[in-house]
């Protein structure tokens, strides 16, 4: 399986996947890889988000399931346990990135500023989520800070949609963009999961008309 940088600069978006149980997770899961998205990020915003993560990560072998909304290094652990192979947090916590690095799993910790991006580049982060992307200053803020911090990669996330997804993609140095537009909760409760696919192939199309 190619790397995890390798296929966030192929695919250009992270989609979120939000559920109640783990059916749904799957049926989300399945329609966003047919829509060509191999980088499927399980938030752990639900009772069920465990219990989704290790499903997705066992049913989509050949994807790369990572864990989102990670806020401790206890669920840092335990995201690694279920079979996330890569962890997406909020913000910065050191501990958090402590467990990651140690078991050689890829962390893009959350960072608004420059100082917590200067914290996360000592700490040997190279890829970070801008968040909340929108709120911070957007694909302008990415810009900024890549030109005082050289080689980071950004995955700006937190409103970031098809209006915007192009001027995200158009700064060097966004590698990625994640958000939760790939999956709209009407549709999920609708099971109109052939929706989830269409967006993820426009966002595709987005992306490769770069
Ligand atoms: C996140 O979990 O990273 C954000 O809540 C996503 O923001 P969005 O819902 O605006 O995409």
Same mark, same amino acid.
């Given at each position: &399986?190619?790397?995890?940088?390798?296929?966030?600069?192929?695919?250009?978006?992270?989609?979120?996947?939000?559920?109640?149980?783990?059916?749904?997770?799957?049926?989300?899961? /399945?329609?966003?890889?047919?829509?060509?998205?191999?980088?499927?990020?399980?938030?752990?915003?639900?009772?069920? =988000? !465990?219990?989704?993560?290790?499903?997705?990560?066992?049913?989509?072998?050949?994807?790369?399931?990572? =864990?989102?909304?990670?806020?401790?290094?206890?669920?840092?652990?335990?995201?690694?346990?279920?079979?996330?192979?890569?962890?997406?947090?909020?913000?910065?916590? =050191? !501990?958090?990135?402590?467990?990651?690095?140690? $078991?050689?799993?890829?962390?893009?910790?959350?960072?608004?500023?420059?100082?917590?991006?200067?914290?996360?580049?000592? &700490?040997?982060?190279?890829?970070?989520?801008?968040?909340?992307?929108?709120?911070?200053?957007?694909?302008? &803020?990415?810009?900024?800070?890549?030109?005082?911090?050289?080689?980071?990669?950004? !995955?700006?996330?937190?409103?970031?949609?098809?209006?915007?997804?192009?001027?995200?993609?158009?700064?060097?140095?966004?590698?990625?963009?994640?958000?939760?537009?790939?999956?709209?909760?009407?549709?999920? /409760?609708?099971?109109?999961? $052939? $929706?989830?696919? $269409?967006?993820?192939?426009?966002?595709?199309?987005?992306?490769?008309?770069?």
């Amino acid at each position: &399986m190619p790397n995890l940088l390798d296929t966030l600069q192929a695919n250009r978006v992270v989609p979120l996947i939000q559920a109640n149980k783990p059916e749904t997770a799957l049926k989300i899961s /399945e329609a966003l890889i047919e829509g060509g998205l191999d980088v499927l990020e399980v938030v752990l915003r639900t009772e069920a =988000a !465990m219990d989704c993560l290790e499903a997705i990560a066992k049913s989509f072998p050949h994807a790369h399931v990572g =864990a989102g909304t990670v806020l401790s290094a206890e669920q840092s652990k335990q995201v690694i346990e279920r079979g996330a192979s890569f962890i997406v947090s909020p913000g910065l916590d =050191a !501990m958090s990135v402590d467990v990651a690095q140690n $078991a050689n799993i890829p962390i893009l910790p959350g960072i608004s500023t420059a100082t917590e991006l200067q914290q996360a580049w000592n &700490m040997g982060i190279k890829t970070v989520k801008l968040f909340p992307a929108s709120l911070v200053g957007g694909p302008k &803020m990415a810009q900024a800070l890549s030109s005082v911090f050289q080689d980071v990669r950004f !995955m700006p996330t937190g409103g970031v949609n098809p209006a915007n997804l192009n001027e995200y993609l158009s700064v060097p140095a966004v590698l990625a963009c994640g958000g939760s537009w790939l999956t709209p909760v009407d549709r999920i /409760e609708a099971g109109d999961y $052939a $929706a989830i696919t $269409a967006l993820a192939k426009d966002a595709k199309k987005i992306a490769q008309n770069k």
